[in-house]
């Protein structure tokens, strides 16, 4: 029978921390922590509606970890044992800052580590409050199976959808070995500090003694946030003690903070350094940390997990796996908390560690990352028509890289923006500098990041109007052939097909960018799959672009799909303003006179044109001055009478 033991720390006093045991999972935000990887199972039972790392029965709760790939690296593993040595990550499934189930999820991650021999491990005499300049790295080793990192997770989402909720942030690991005092430490980073595997050093630590510290003002308020540490300790039973540390200058430790309370402990990289780790408790009592350790046979996930000994398995054997969580709004690290702005970031880049005793400054052993965490796409715009030729068109600006859960908001000093400047993407019509700022939901109230774009205009570049000489179709078995001959075809960015069965709207079914050959004249075909076996007759156009964005269209064409017959159609989406359009279906070539009639009965326009066989697509102008309402076309033809009627809107 599978046993989790949880372990959750209550405050006594702001000195010391008493661990109390319960024997039952728990849910914080709706996330599981019960020694447990799946979602819609808990306490060791089938249960609905609750989130966790991956999902392999229910629908209603979240997995959180992007699963793509899993089948093919569990094939690798297969046919290719020496890839289980491989790491590789994934991140969260969903987009940062999304809100799911009335949960704010913020950002997760998975990553499987180097281990057996390991190329990401310390040599001897690392401890955790030395700079990272001056941490030893071997090329490679192997290291005792109780400090050899697995796979370790870490998410952080709020427990509602708004940035006053509480803050939550879950980790888990698991290790080798399952027996013995295990000991780890999640560190979190202000910086881009990284691994150099190469050089075999850390680089871009922070400014304090290789970190960044965290300072007050006289009255105990946060001024800047610096580096994080969480540590655990559980022995081959249970979770013995998790404990949060902050990177300060000694000195510091004689305020009194406002968000939490110092705890006590103080280490540095020697016993005369002015910076180092000191140990915080929250301000009030209650629970705010919860661990547990897993049972026998418990799921891996679908990434299965690789021990030491490079076999794969689909099972933890008991406490092998451990998962923990904090609140970060109670013990006071909860950017909200701090500065009252739900956006910004309490770390930037995470580091996970083991060591090799109970001691906080005890030699450190095995390592995962540093990796990214917390960072947001950073807004990246470009124009698809940078530079007007010789007059103004239409530009479109647009983020590169958007994320849907972002706010960008545009503004322009010197531009014009034609569009709507809100979202990631505007249409502009003049030369100008135009600043997108994104925030990372509508309702952090702080820019996150922002990005310029120039559109300039050169006055003395000559664009020659794109002539369309010929547009054509030809029917096959298969599809249907569109073809068009173009003069100053150099001054044309795009074409674009669009097509109609007579009463819906054009729409696009094929883009074919410009022929960049320095001829000014160029063919183009186009094969469409004409499928539409509802429609007798499918008639089509070409919209094309210039190199300023100026969009014209070619004449409309059409082409009979099914059988030939005689008949008339109003092309129903063919009235622009002033013109209407009307297709005419003939066996052979005769003649037409097309009559057009009001309501009263009074003519108002009649000619008699050339029809070829086949569909031939008329244009009816001169509705100019006529006003709107509905009017009757009645076309003879070969001593047949066909009519229609539309309505012209102003």
Known sequence: MKKNLLILLSLISIYSILPAQITSPVLKANFGVDGELRANFFGGAIETGNDDWFRNNGSLGEFIID???????LSRYASIPSSRRLPFFRNMRFPQFSVINNRLLIDAIFIRDYHGDDSTVFSGGNKNAMNPNDWNCPVSQGIPDKNDILDM????????????DSLWLFGAFSLDNTTGNRYIDFEMYQTDIYYDRTAQKFFGYGPDAGHTAWQ???????TRPGDIIFTAEYSSSSLSTVEARIWVH????????GVFSWGG???GASSGAVYGYANIVPKTAGTYYTGLQCGNNTWTG????????NSVVSSYDARQFMEFSVNLSKIGLDPYVTSSDPCLMPFRRIMVKTRASTSFSAELKDFVGP????????????ANIPMFCGTTGISNISVTNPLPTSLYTWTTANGNIVSSNIGPEISVDQPGDYIVSQELMDSCGSTYAKDTVTVTLDPNCALLKTELKDFRSLRTNKFLQLSWVVANNLSTRQYEIERSNGTSAFEVVGKVPANRSNDQTVSYTYNDVANDATATILYYRLKYTDMNGRTSYSKIIAENIQHNKKGIQLLRNGVYGTQAYLSLSSLQPTDAKIEVYNQAGATLMSSRIKVQKGVSVVRLDNFENRSSGMYIIKVTMDNLVFSDKFILIK
């Not at 997770?153 to 006053?164: D, I, K, L, Q, T």
């Not at 000694?250 to 903070?257: A, K």
């Open 67 to 73: 699963t793509t790939g899993a089948a093919y690296l």
């Open 153 to 164: 997770f870490m998410h952080v989402r709020r427990a509602g959808p708004n940035g006053s």
């Open 216 to 222: 007050f003002d006289a009255a105990g308020n946060v």
């Open 250 to 257: 000694q000195s510091s430790l004689s305020v009194t903070p």
């Open 265 to 267: 402990q103080f280490d």
């Open 302 to 309: 679908p990434f299965n997990a690789v021990l030491q000994d």
């Open 371 to 382: 990796f990214d965490f917390f960072r947001a796409p950073r807004a990246a715009a470009t």
